[in-house]
T-cell receptor, first 113, second 113 residues
Framework: DSVTQMEGPVTLSEEAFLTINCTYT??????LFWYVQYPGEGLQLLLK?????DKGSNKGFEATYRKETTSFHLEKGSVQVSDSAVYFC?????????????FGQGTELSVKP | NAGVTQTPKFQVLKTGQSMTLQCAQD?????MYWYRQDPGMGLRLIYY???????DKGEVPNGYNVSRLNKREFSLRLESAAPSQTSVYFC????????????FGSGTRLTVV
């Protein structure tokens, strides 16, 4: 099982549209997550989806679990400076990995005023 | 409402010294984890404990030992620190079922000189 994210850093202007791509490989039926890490802090759960076609959403961010394309892309319609952080895509496969989280390498987002 | 508490927040060690990183959670979670975070590599699992009394190796266990002292506490020990262990260490916990994801501590920044 593995997770691949688009490389960063990503730099956007305030109010721009954000997409951070995430694809995964898994032998079972994993749950998918996005975590966010603000500077100097630990990771916080941003949103999650537990089965195909589920949409997770929080704080204006959305991601849809696409089994046919093995993807879970993160989107936000209008980013703010306060969204500057590192974003991690992750999967958890209870049947095959005992529920352990497997992370992508992270994508750094910088939003300029 | 503390969540996951890690101590210390910062530490500088000399090569060959030993130290223990402490982690405690107050959410009655069964599972606990230790990750290290290095630039460009995301988070890599060092050790985990699926339940009180059990521990297992993760992706990068060499040079580390762990103790699940009770349901609340999960410590990580470096017996003989090496410069390659310079990293940011995160402890996390989770309820095994259902897959709600992890709650992370704020991290320990360790430098080995």
């Amino acid at each position: 099982d593995s997770v691949t994210q688009m490389e960063g850093p990503v730099t956007l202007s305030e109010e721009a549209f954000l997409t951070i791509n995430c694809t995964y490989t898994a032998t079972g039926y994993p749950s998918l997550f996005w975590y966010v890490q603000y500077p100097g802090e630990g990771l916080q759960l941003l949103l999650k989806a537990t089965k195909a076609d589920d949409k997770g959403s929080n704080k204006g961010f959305e991601a849809t679990y696409r089994k046919e394309t093995t993807s879970f892309h993160l989107e936000k319609g209008s980013v703010q400076v306060s969204d500057s952080a590192v974003y991690f895509c992750a999967l958890s496969d209870q049947d095959n990995q005992g529920g352990k989280l497997i992370f992508g390498q992270g994508t750094e987002l910088s939003v300029k005023p | 409402n503390a969540g996951v508490t890690q101590t210390p927040k910062f530490q500088v060690l000399k090569t060959g010294q030993s130290m223990t990183l402490q982690c405690a959670q107050d959410m009655n979670h069964n599972s606990m984890y230790w990750y290290r975070q290095d630039p460009g590599m995301g988070l890599r699992l060092i050790y985990y404990s699926a339940s009180e009394g059990t521990t297992d190796k993760g992706e990068v266990p060499n040079g580390y030992n762990v103790s699940r002292l009770n349901k609340r506490e999960f410590s990580l020990r470096l017996e003989s620190a090496a410069p390659s262990q310079t990293s940011v260490y995160f402890c996390a916990s989770s309820a095994r079922d259902p897959p709600y994801g992890y709650t992370f501590g704020s991290g320990t920044r360790l430098t080995v000189v």
